[in-house]
């Protein structure tokens, strides 16, 4: 079956730093979403990414959608203690969400 | 606008029994998903209901079994628990059935089996 595959599981930033978490899928994607869910909480939706090669930007967080609709990514600019949390990526196979284990981020002030 | 809701919150249970969660779908959302969120993972699919019917199932037993009403509320049922099913249960509503559709995940349910 459909498998998304994130890396890195893990990271650890300075506050201020550069983060991003990368997405692979076995097969081609009609669409991918990301989502983030702080310790103890739930998956928000962050982003859609429909089209081949899209980039989307929401203030300090860019999202690009490779060209083959198989790989995504996710950057997040100068990083601050707010964006602690898991960040998923999912892409749709038939009804199902399929979602990566996710990237963990941790950032030090 | 109301949001996802999940009850109760927390549950332990024993192997071999049987548990109920509830789902409250956002308001005029007719389409429910439940996810199995084990430690360190990401969720994983468990089955789709759209309009009171089934429409799509991922990799579970059929021990894990689900229901959505008429006000688009769902149950998911789980018989014989084993240690395994200890998880972070997560519903997300969404509206129809459309591939692209945004899904509003629920506070999740906290099961443990002992």
């Known amino acids: 079956g459909q498998q998304v595959m994130q890396i890195p599981q893990y990271q650890h930033v300075q506050e201020g730093e550069d983060f991003t978490t990368y997405c692979n899928s076995s097969t081609t994607l009609s669409n991918i979403q990301w989502y983030k869910q702080r310790p103890g909480g739930h998956p928000v939706f962050l982003i859609q990414l429909v089209k081949s090669g899209e980039v989307k930007k929401q203030k300090r967080l860019t999202f690009q959608f490779g060209e083959a609709k198989k790989n995504s990514s996710l950057h997040i600019t100068a990083t601050q203690t707010t964006d602690v949390g898991t960040y998923f990526c999912?892409?749709?196979?038939?009804?199902?969400?399929?979602f990566g284990k996710g990237t963990t981020l941790s950032v030090s002030s | 606008e109301t949001g996802v809701t999940q009850s109760p919150t927390h549950l332990i249970k024993t192997r071999g029994q049987q548990v109920t969660l509830r789902c409250s779908s956002q308001?005029?959302?007719?389409?429910v998903s439940w996810y199995q969120q084990a430690l360190g993972q990401g969720p994983q699919f468990i089955f789709q209901?759209?309009?009171?019917?089934?429409?799509g199932r991922g990799n579970f037993p059929p021990r894990f079994s689900g229901l959505q009403f008429p006000n688009y509320s769902s149950e998911l049922n789980v018989n014989a628990l084993e240690l395994d099913d200890s998880a972070l249960y997560l519903c997300?509503?969404?509206?129809?059935?459309?591939?692209?559709?945004?899904?509003?995940f629920g506070p999740g349910t906290r099961l443990t089996v002992l």
């Open positions: 209901y759209y309009r009171e019917e089934e429409n």
């Open positions: 999912a892409g749709k196979a038939g009804t199902a969400l399929i």
């Open positions: 997300a509503s969404s509206l129809g059935l459309a591939t692209y559709n945004e899904q509003f």
């Open positions: 308001s005029g959302h007719n389409t």
